[in-house]
């Protein structure tokens, strides 16, 4: 399927103006240092609190408590106390059934001996590691509604975090009323995965104190934002996969390659590492600036970069990105709806449309001949997000239908050409690959 999405930007493009930083627990007070970066500069980029403008962090960079930061993989810090240093993982080689692509948080300044790291994990995951010469490390972990307390209960003690939030495929959107406070609206649906990886440690949960051993032993705790914490951990055979920060693939090893290549370019010029990985022809290099793109909420970027698309995969993987910011948490759904019928000229039922799209379809409606004859009736819509957006789910349904052509700047004639080529692929009544 050759497609050169020209205005998927429609639904893109005037997020960040839309949405308002989201505030994360625990972070009031004066802005202080609670942290001093272990990395090269711009493996991490910050913003402070009530801010919109992310910087990149120079060499050995003092860390401000409540700035958002938002890291690469295996950038580091430790925090003022000397204590507990933090290391920021990713999942190069796609080793965990968990959607996690950049990993931001923020510090607060630990006060009254409470804990040695106050850390609000915001998304992505974390290593915490005792780096004490002797005795126990303490960590305040805060996510959503959450705030428990991590105790390393001794030198070299490991613990892993994993926080991300997504819509169940196929949820149904359905617009806030006017004046409805968006703190009492629908959200996504957070897990977060806590595991052991080296030593002791224990998780005081809610009151509960959950005692935690590396594997082999009880070494993993989870927790979602439907049932909450089941305060019995887990006991896991051997650390998982994911846990290794060191890619095991070959992908894996050049999206290494592509961060490091990409934080050194960014240290020297931020505007012009963009422009040289979006415009790379390596795959890996694209990613990891689609994902950046993301991670900094530039969607005015981003929009521009999936208009000019000239492959499938970043185009692809754009539409990916967007579906994962729409996860963060609770109203970024409806910032995006209210940005298209406010902002773009969309109907109310076209933004519904759009957003819909976005969050995808259930395992029974995939099962439905009457979702491939809206998906392809879509592909002739007047808005170009929505044939975009069809198109992006019917070659994942259908991937036979890779093969026609679409092209979502074309003429009416294109748009109709290519709905009839769907339509005898997969004719009315009928599943992909079958015949009615």
Known sequence: MSTRPASLSLAVALVLAAAAPRPVAGQ???RVVVATSDSPAAAFSGRPANGTVYTTLGDKAEVFSG????????????????????TALADFDGRSTSPVFETAFSIAEAKNG????????DRGRVDLANVKAAGAATARLRFWDQNWKVT?????TRVAVELYGRWPTGTRFKPAEPGA???????????????????????????????MKAPPGPAELRWNSLSGVRPQPQKLTDPPGWADPAPQTEDGKKAAAACEKFRVARAADPAKAFD????????????????????LDDFQRLGQTLAAAKT???????VTVMRHWLGRGRGYDQRLYEVLVAGRGYTPAQAQTVVQLLFGFTAGEVGEPETYEVLIDYLAHEKPAIRNLAAWHLVRLAPAGKAIPFNPSGTAADAEACRAAWKKLIPAGTLPGKKG
């Open 181 to 211: 406070d968006p703190a009492k609206g629908p959200a996504p649906v957070a897990s977060l995965v806590l595991v052991v990886l080296s030593g002791s440690a224990s998780a005081d949960v809610g009151g509960t104190t959950v005692a």
């Open 312 to 318: 499938l995969d970043q185009w692809d993987f754009g």
């Open 28 to 30: 009031a007070g004066a």
């Open 67 to 86: 700035d958002l930061m938002v890291a690469l993989p295996a950038a580091k810090l430790t925090c003022k106390s000397g204590a507990v240093a933090v």
């Open 152 to 156: 390393l209960d001794g030198p070299g």
């Open 114 to 121: 409470d804990a040695d790291l106050d850390l609000a994990l």
């Open 276 to 295: 040289t990985f979006l415009a790379s022809a390596d795959v890996a290099e694209q990613r990891v600036a689609l994902v950046t793109l993301g991670g």
